[in-house]
């Protein structure tokens, strides 16, 4: 894992724990494996299930999580149902993997933000990703 990219317990299932290297984000898109799982690796346009946990850059509470709501989610990957940081980073990865990725306004929510879910314009989206099936 870089320098720059936040902290996060290496178990996979567990609830992420969070811990940031420096007040201001790297730069870019980027992505790290914290556990590399061993089952199929995931390809644009499957159905993924994952667990997440969601903050700003930053901040400790999320503001989004199926880890805090024990309900995993499934979409699809690679093909516009979720934020372009995710349709970027996931596929490639294998199920049983634990991802941190830290994803700018420009692949997340853009210049408007979401702030229904307290994300402003200007935000870095930290997402901790456990990979559990793939489709």
């Known amino acids: 894992m870089t320098a720059s990219m936040p902290q996060v ?22 992505v790290a ?6 089952g199929p690796m995931v390809r644009r346009g499957d159905t993924v299930t994952v667990n997440y946990h969601g903050v700003v850059w930053g901040g400790d509470a999320p503001f989004d999580s199926s880890f805090d709501r024990h309900q995993p989610a499934s979409f699809g990957i690679g093909v516009g149902q979720v934020i ?8 490639g990865h294998n199920i049983g993997s ?6 700018p306004p420009e692949y997340g929510y853009g210049s408007q933000g979401m702030p229904q879910a307290g994300i402003g314009g200007e935000d870095t989206l930290v997402f901790v990703i456990d990979i559990i099936s793939t489709r």
């Open 9 to 30: 317990n290496a178990e996979f299932g567990a609830a992420p724990e969070i811990t940031f290297p420096a007040p201001e984000p790297p730069a870019g898109l980027k």
């Open 33 to 38: 494996e914290v556990v590399e799982g061993n």
């Open 84 to 91: 372009k940081g995710w349709d970027q980073t996931v596929p």
């Open 98 to 103: 634990r991802l941190v990725v830290s994803i």
